[in-house]
């Protein structure tokens, strides 16, 4: 079975242009997570999936960023216009039902590099 | 607020020898789940161990057992018989289930090395 895929898993980008990371879950997962880990710091919810519906974007920093998950299968985050200080490391996680113990299955993680 | 802290940034240990994790949190929530992820150097967050806030006794997961003392609000990650395979990144995470939000919160991560 595939695990959570995600791509590019490099991105080097200028100050003020544009990235759109993508996530491909695992199948049949409903309930996609996008998260972020700033250099050192701890890693950071930004938003969840249910589906196609965004069911918490409560984490999500400003209007810079967008994410969709059009049809419920593939999401992606776009980032426009980047800042420097958007650069870390962008993680996608699936899971079924989130229930107490409900692990969550993370992609290896997008490393995005403004500069 | 629901915090959890890791306080230590690295941790050295010797192979074979054990080792202990530090995590303690914050929360009024009675329900809660623990995780606890390895990230090694390739990336990839590797799921190891979890406990529930009503588990009564600890967590273990072959060489990964967990210390789970509730009434001082910590979780620590004890590694058995350290192997050089176990140098990663460790974080510690809860689902909180009291207050809605699905995602799971993490700790900011304990880097381990193991030495030969």
């Known amino acids: 079975e595939a695990g959570v895929t995600q791509f590019p898993s490099h991105s080097v980008i200028e100050k003020g242009q544009t990235v759109t990371l993508r996530c491909d879950p695992i199948s049949g997962h409903d309930n996609l997570y996008w998260y972020r880990r700033v250099m050192g710091k701890e890693i950071k919810f930004l938003l969840h999936f249910v589906k196609e519906s965004k069911q918490d974007e409560s984490g999500m920093p400003n209007n810079r960023f967008l994410a969709e998950r059009t049809g419920g299968t593939y999401s992606t985050l776009k980032v426009q216009p980047a800042e420097l200080e958007d650069s870390g490391v962008y993680f996608c996680a699936s899971s079924q039902v989130p229930k107490m113990n409900t692990e969550a299955f993370f992609g290896q993680g997008t490393r995005l590099t403004v500069v | 607020a629901q915090k959890i802290t890791q306080t230590q940034p690295g941790m050295f240990v010797q192979e074979k020898e054990a080792v202990t994790l530090d995590c303690t949190y914050d929360t009024s929530d009675q329900s809660y789940g623990l995780f606890w992820y390895k990230q090694p150097s390739s990336g990839e967050m590797i799921f190891l161990i979890y406990?529930?806030?009503?588990?009564?006794q600890n967590a273990t997961e072959g060489r990964y057992s967990l210390n789970f003392q509730k009434a001082r609000k910590s979780a620590n990650l004890v590694i058995s018989a350290s192997q050089l395979g176990d140098s990663a990144m460790y974080f510690c995470a809860m689902r909180f289930m009291d207050t809605g939000r699905r995602a799971l919160t993490f700790g900011s991560g304990t880097r381990l090395q193991v030495q030969p």
């Open positions: 406990q529930g806030s009503y588990d009564e």
